[in-house]
């Protein structure tokens, strides 16, 4: 319906395609930026962002873990570059391998992280489709990122691209360190090939029901977004597109801290409550039992899910299909796209102009001034 049609709902029916173009220019940079020696010496892995490119880190660090048995860590551009302790920093063979990642390469702290990183001896990857960019020239190298041009909204394809970028390079990781056959390493590889038409197949029921879900939710004045493991960046994604389009409150959570903190909110019949929860995950029981529990406090809910009820007892609650890859490492490839379809929905129903137009009091944003004009301190 043309009441729904935004950009960024465009930026959403548009990743089907955009899959499978990054796939084919995205896959053999990652076999290439790093060398077999250089892959080698990696004893330990950081991966930083801020923002959208932050939810992608957190979206593949247990991807990371899993195909290459590398320790690994999400830390914050901010910690990296101001806090993180410097004996942890360059040590036996430039390690951590810090992999930073930032489309633009501009924000300050992103730069700031990195020139740190550097200084204290660290091999630095930037994953930007800014090779000029303080990010790109504080690198050893770069995975050069190159997403076709697209009308502007809250980041939704340039965060299919961070996480495809990251999900590959971790598969490429895994395999020169032999941690699976070349063969197994090409079926990783074509999971996430495939997730494009998966997703094309899913798309006109997941708009008709995230439509619908706006229509009930757009007065809402707060959002909860719960996930843990894999689901947690979706979830913490969703809020950060529900403030960008929106311009509401929202918050996220994982699914154990729920019950300790979230589920104590008043009004929580105006609360709607998104759940990541796919059906492989090992939190997957404790997904269910707060679904169960959000319904007692008569919550509006969501659950974003590869599966459907019977994975849930049955509980109440609008199901929303997402694609299920063969392997779950690779579910974050898409399963964000339902919360930038509810957040697109709502900000063109209650005639929101995403990121406040960076006009009035919202003015010192425009054009990113507020993250890119930092103060940089190494």
């Given at each position: ?75 914050t551009a901010i910690e990296l570059g101001r ?252 399963q964000f796209a339902p919360v930038c379809l ?37």
């Amino acid at each position: 319906m043309k009441k729904y049609d935004n950009p960024m709902s465009r930026q959403v029916e548009s990743l089907p395609e955009l899959i499978e173009q990054q796939y084919d220019d995205l896959e053999p940079k990652t076999r290439k930026v790093l060398s077999f020696q250089e892959i080698y010496n990696i004893q330990r892995i950081v991966l930083t962002g801020c923002g959208d490119s932050l939810a992608a880190a957190m979206a593949t660090k247990h991807a990371f873990e899993m195909l290459t048995g590398i320790p690994t860590e999400v830390v914050t551009a901010i910690e990296l570059g101001r806090f993180y302790c410097e004996r942890h920093l360059g040590v036996d063979c430039r390690n951590p391998l810090v992999i930073a990642v930032s489309n633009s390469g501009t924000g300050a702290r992103v730069s700031e992280a990195v020139q740190r990183a550097g200084k204290l001896g660290c091999f630095v990857l930037g994953v930007t489709g800014n090779e000029a960019s303080p990010l790109g020239i504080h690198s050893d190298k770069i995975l050069k990122l190159d997403i076709p041009a697209f009308e502007s909204a809250p980041g939704t394809r340039s965060y299919l691209v961070s996480v495809m970028s990251l999900l590959l390079l971790a598969i490429r990781f895994g395999e020169v360190r032999h941690q699976y056959t070349m063969d197994q390493a090409m079926d990783y590889r074509m999971d996430i090939q495939r997730q494009g038409e998966l997703l094309r197949t899913l798309l006109p029921e997941m708009k008709t029901v995230c439509q619908a879900v706006a229509e009930e939710w757009q007065g809402f004045p707060c959002y909860d977004f719960v996930g843990s493991g894999f689901d947690y960046a979706a979830a913490w994604f969703g809020q950060a597109k529900i403030l960008e389009a929106a311009g509401k409150f929202a918050m996220h959570i994982n699914t154990e801290e729920w019950f300790h903190l979230n589920f104590f909110a008043r009004n929580a019949r105006e609360m709607g409550t998104v759940v990541v929860a796919n059906t492989t995950s090992p939190g997957h029981s404790r997904a269910r039992e707060m679904v169960k529990y959000a319904n007692v406090l008569h919550r509006p809910l969501v659950v974003i899910t590869d599966g459907g009820p019977e994975d849930f007892g049955g509980e109440k609650a609008v199901y929303i299909k997402v694609p299920k890859p063969e392997y779950p490492i690779t579910m974050p490839l898409t399963q964000f796209a339902p919360v930038c379809l509810i957040a697109a929905y709502i900000a063109e129903l209650i005639g929101e102009e995403y990121g406040r137009g960076c006009e009035g009091d919202w003015s010192f944003s425009k054009n990113g001034a507020g993250v890119t004009e930092s103060e940089i301190i190494v």
